[in-house]
């Protein structure tokens, strides 16, 4: 053994220096970090029912988290490869499941929900001239617990600042020519992760919100008053994210290289990687308050490229698009089609994300397959982003009719029940005999409820239903009758997310190959910046309000204002939908610009190489013309006079 090799630093060995254990460790973090995620946007409208929040609220609520992400996103470019990636990642993830626990503690620290209506309260029936009973407290809207969940979704936030790019980055710098089969393989097991948080969002929702604070709640979960136990999902997802962030505090700062048979490294090959190793460029000698004050420069360095531009500006439409359908696509089936909230969460884990995910994997062997370069993977990706637009535009003509609701949309004998003192806050939907829904039997005018133990069955002596004979009403929102259009529906979508997803994985790799080996991590940063700060945060605002401008009757307790009660289906569709056909069509825009760019990247290179080819000729000609001169002048003074 000779002195160089004794004195070569020693590096961990085992599971912990092991590239492909990293990348199922930060799968698994990574799954666990969007299963809550998911769960969150799959329980959105559960929470916006108990709480009264509107859906601008609510989708305040689901993106704050990027709040944390963008405040502290400079620190983890000037960080990136300057500290202990792995560590950082554990830490950070720890702190995330302190803000997930944190955001199921407004049920522990409320009371219990009171909705109206309920059986022991007569169940809204009409009486003459008796006023209503309208118990008032502060603690039954949700005004108090907002700042608490918005805490939450902030630690949620902070703490999931340096997991993908301070994990991307660490696998592209040691996994070698494995990189792109390894990150398709992340990005396609974590989108599983919202995936299954859709899917527990499905089971837990199916349990009564009080379940352990009263007895078993006899309301069905079918009924539109019922609110299910929202919390329960974040204990589980908190204790997940724990869990996974442990293996974190092993790995190593630096990590021995993945080996490949069939690409032995040269010698030369070899120096050039180790002068590419994190912590050996030049800009770690820089101080914080230095990189600070560079930062706009490096900023506008970054953007400059227009490739990456591009490109990130094509991300940030598809993740905008995907950021406002994952919190309210679940709301959009439920209102639209008339499913549960459980049922519509099953549709977005089970169908929806699954395309997205196969899209995904889909793209990544494409890209290993053929080999594309950066400008076949400009090409592809406006492709397929333009055959997604063309799936996503039957979409707005695929849904149901807005139901005729008495008092809204149907003004049929209104003064029926003027006499029957109902409340403004009753909410406990029937279905009359003429097929018009009322808010609650008493605005129905019925004075007798036939019931058995288990719930009420029907609705008679219904005033505002009396043509010529006795009207009735039966319990439960009237059904539109086009539940058949369920399944076209889900199928297109399913399709688009499919096809917009094989663009994923391409256009990432386009943006780690278009940009210095020195600049990844900080590229990185500055893309996931741009994501948060023009994508998840305003994007879940957006489609909020667009959802809230198609409303058609608020609910109201305590004289103040909560959740949606009615939409008008028509707007919600268009609105909704075509906020996804705006945002896709912004990304292939953008694709073809990339592509058309380096298009002309190219010609300008193949003219730059002609000139200097035929200068280089040129130059040739001229020195072997001046030679044969020279050749021929000496010639002359040989066979001179």
């Known amino acids: 053994m000779t002195a160089i090799e004794t004195a070569k630093p020693r590096r961990p060995m085992g599971l912990f220096n092991n590239i492909k254990f990293f990348v199922l460790c930060h799968g698994m973090l990574q799954l666990s970090q969007l299963l809550v995620s998911g769960y969150l946007k799959g329980s959105i409208t559960t929470i916006e029912k108990r709480y009264g929040f509107s859906s601008q609220m609510s989708g305040l609520l689901a993106s704050f988290n990027e709040v944390g992400n963008t405040i502290l996103i ?17 830490i950070g993830a720890m702190i995330a499941s302190m803000g997930v626990f944190l955001i199921a503690t407004p049920h522990f620290i409320g009371g219990k929900y009171n909705y109206t209506e309920s059986k022991g309260n007569n169940s809204g029936l009409c009486q003459d001239n008796i006023p209503p009973k309208e118990e008032c407290n502060p603690n039954r809207n949700g005004t108090g617990v907002y700042p608490i969940f918005l805490l939450g979704q902030l630690l949620l936030g902070i703490g999931g600042v340096p997991i993908q790019p301070f994990g991307i980055s660490y696998i592209d710098d040691y996994a070698e020519k494995s990189s792109p089969f390894y990150l398709g393989i992340l990005f396609a097991v974590t989108v599983i992760g919202p995936a299954f948080g859709y899917l527990m969002s499905s089971v837990v929702l199916r349990f009564f919100v009080d379940f352990d604070k009263t007895s078993l709640e006899k309301m069905q979960n079918d009924d539109p008053r019922w609110v299910g136990a929202w919390w329960l999902g974040f204990l589980i997802a908190a204790t997940l994210l724990l869990l996974t962030s442990l293996p974190y505090l092993f790995f190593p700062r630096n990590m021995s290289r993945e080996e490949t048979e069939e690409t032995p490294v040269e010698p030369s090959t070899e120096k050039m990687m180790e002068d590419k190793k994190p912590g050996t460029d030049k800009m770690e000698e820089v101080s914080l308050t230095e990189f600070l004050k560079s930062f706009p420069n490096i900023i506008m360095r970054t953007l400059r490229n227009p490739i990456y531009l591009l490109v990130v500006l094509a991300q940030v439409n598809l993740a905008a698009m995907v950021a406002g359908l994952a919190t309210f696509m679940g709301k959009f089936i439920e209102k639209q089609f008339s499913q549960t909230a459980s049922f519509s969460n099953t549709m977005m884990g089970g169908i929806n994300i699954p395309s997205a995910m196969l899209g995904i994997m889909a793209g990544g062997v494409i890209l290993r397959k053929l080999g594309l370069t950066v400008k076949s993977s400009a090409a592809m990706c406006t492709v397929v982003v333009f055959v997604s637009f063309t799936f996503a535009i039957p979409l707005l003509f695929i849904g149901c009719p807005t139901k005729n609701i008495f008092g809204i949309n149907d003004f049929t004998n209104q003064q029926c029940s ?17 097929g018009v829904e009322f808010r609650s039997p008493c605005h129905a005018g019925c004075r007798t409820e036939i019931n058995n133990t288990e719930k ?10 009396e043509n010529g004979f006795p009207g ?6 009237c059904g539109n009758g086009c539940n058949n259009r369920l399944i076209p529906f889900m199928i297109l979508s399913s399709i688009t997310c499919f096809v917009a997803s094989l663009s994923h994985t391409t256009s990432f790799m386009m943006i780690l190959r278009t940009v210095t080996p ?17 994508a998840f945060l305003p994007a879940p605002v957006l489609y909020g309000r667009a959802i809230d401008t198609a409303c058609i009757k608020w609910g109201t307790k305590c004289n103040d204002t909560t959740s949606c009660l009615y939409y008008d289906l028509d707007l919600f569709r268009q609105r909704f939908l075509g906020l996804q056909i705006f945002f896709i069509f912004g990304g292939f ?11 002309k990247i190219q010609s300008t290179q193949k003219q730059n190489e002609k000139m200097k080819q035929m200068k280089s000729e040129s130059f040739q000609e001229m020195k072997d013309a001046k030679q044969l001169v020279s050749v021929s002048h000496g010639q002359c003074n040989t066979n001179g006079p």
């Open 518 to 534: 020195e600049d990844k991590s900080f590229a990185l940063g500055i893309q996931f910046m741009l994501f948060r700060v023009l």
């Open 418 to 434: 003027n006499k029957c003192s109902c409340s403004e806050e009753a909410f406990n939907p029937v279905c009359g005999s003429n």
């Open 456 to 465: 009420v069955l029907n609705y008679t002596d219904c005033k505002c239903l």
């Open 74 to 90: 400079v620190f983890v470019s000037y960080f990136g490869s300057r500290v202990h990636r792995p560590k950082c990642i554990g």
């Open 589 to 599: 825009v953008c694709f073809l610009l990339s592509f058309i760019v380096l298009c």
């Open 472 to 477: 009735f009403a039966l319990p439960g929102p």
